[in-house]
């Protein structure tokens, strides 16, 4: 019996096991410390809003960037609302996306110019998004939809679109060309136009200095007042005398705007 072979043999097996036992236990330690943080974060919510973005985020990933019906059913009812809307003597129909409610908003307006329900003669038709999150969704496997919604919609003249998110929004993809990005931008490409909120340029740096970190408050900033605004006021837009079309007619997009393609899905539903 060769005792020296069984004492290294077994020595192994004990060091095996105690190696086991460690890595277990670390494993341990960063599950407990992912749990803690975790609850922290979601006590803190009505601070951080991270749950609430992973909720949102979570819904379209679920999906891959499809819209279930039960989504499309409610987009449906507000293309409704707005071809009635376009069916009255005003001035001009605008059609305001926040965030999420931004790429709503574009194959809403899409589905209703295809069915022909924007009538030729009635009022101007502006869209406005708004610190929008078109990538989120548009970077999705199967968000075909939503990439020939864009593509179609940047080429229409029976609409002015002009999009505006502010580098200071975390929440937001700043600055981003929604249809560029998502890599279905066509030659004849029209809109959006891309504008920047700017900010630090339309907060005084008492105001900009009270709101800088807290993000979440920022990425509704878009809808709120500003102590010095500059081009860009939602106020003036939503219930002042000019069109959408017209405020911005000749208005260069922002010199910062991201324009090239970033995403690897970009084939369009037929």
Not at 17 to 27: I, K, L, N, S
Not at 163 to 179: N, S, Y
Not at 229 to 255: E, V, W
């Amino acid at each position: 019996m060769d005792l020296h072979h069984d004492r290294n043999a077994a020595a192994a097996d004990v060091d095996a096991q105690g190696t086991g036992d460690r890595g277990a236990f670390r494993w341990a330690i960063i599950v407990t410390v992912a749990v803690v943080v975790l609850r922290w974060f979601k006590k803190k919510d009505g601070k951080f809003f991270a749950y609430y973005l992973m909720h949102d985020y979570a819904y379209s990933a679920r999906w891959n960037g499809a819209n279930p019906p039960a989504l499309e059913e409610r987009m449906a009812v507000f293309g409704d609302i707005i071809a009635t809307a376009l069916t009255d003597d005003v001035d001009e129909v605008l059609v305001v996306g926040h965030s999420s409610g931004a790429h709503l908003g574009v194959s809403i307006l899409a589905d209703l110019i295809r069915a022909g329900r924007v009538p030729a003669g009635g009022p101007a038709l502006g869209f406005l998004s708004l610190g929008q999150v078109v990538p989120m969704v548009s970077f999705l496997p199967d968000a075909h939809r939503l990439r020939a919604d864009l593509h179609f919609l940047s080429t229409q003249e029976s609409l002015a679109w002009v999009d505006v998110t502010a580098p200071g929004d975390g929440c937001a993809f700043a600055l981003c060309d929604p249809v560029a990005v998502s890599g279905v931008a066509p030659d004849n490409k029209r809109w959006p136009l891309v504008i920047s909120a700017a900010f630090t340029q339309s907060l005084s740096p008492e105001r900009w200095q009270e709101l800088r970190w807290r993000f979440f408050r920022l990425h509704f900033q878009y809808l709120c007042a500003f102590d010095r605004p500059k081009d860009y006021d939602y106020f003036q837009i939503t219930a002042g005398p000019r069109t959408l079309g017209d405020r911005f007619a000749g208005r260069p997009p922002s010199k910062s705007r991201i324009d090239v393609t970033a995403s690897k899905y970009t084939h369009m539903a037929a």
